[in-house]
């Protein structure tokens, strides 16, 4: 049984294209053949061709992965780092008074 999936929208789409050239030319500025990045980042060449063209449908370990293998890893710990929308939701919650729920007696 094959796996289903949707395809991304426009958005997502432009900036995982973005994404894989960005990790081509990380690639060809520290002078690797596609052949090597692939080996070190354990996947086939095919698969390095599709983390490089922004295929989404490429696992987020591949992706991670070749990040590693370019010693570029720790940049994924800045996504989402500085969620502003998050902490402005979060902030707008905590002011409100909570209602604390209390057990009636007698009930099991």
């Not at 949707?6 to 500025?29: C, D, H, S, W, Y």
């Not at 063209?53 to 590693?68: I, Y």
Request: no cysteine; aromatic share 0%; glycine share 8%.
């Amino acid at each position: 049984m094959s796996r289903q999936t949707t395809e991304p929208l426009p958005k997502v789409a432009r900036i995982v294209a973005a994404l894989g050239q960005n990790i081509r030319l990380a690639r060809q500025r520290r002078r690797l053949t596609a052949q090597l990045l692939a080996e070190r980042a354990g996947m086939s060449r095919t698969t390095l061709r599709a983390v490089e063209r922004g295929d989404p449908s490429v696992t987020l370990g591949a992706v991670v992965n070749v990040l590693h293998s370019l010693g570029l890893e720790r940049d994924l710990l800045s996504v989402a780092q500085d969620d502003e929308l998050g902490r402005k939701l979060e902030d707008a919650v905590l002011g409100q008074r909570q209602r604390v729920r209390t057990k009636k007696a007698g009930k099991l």
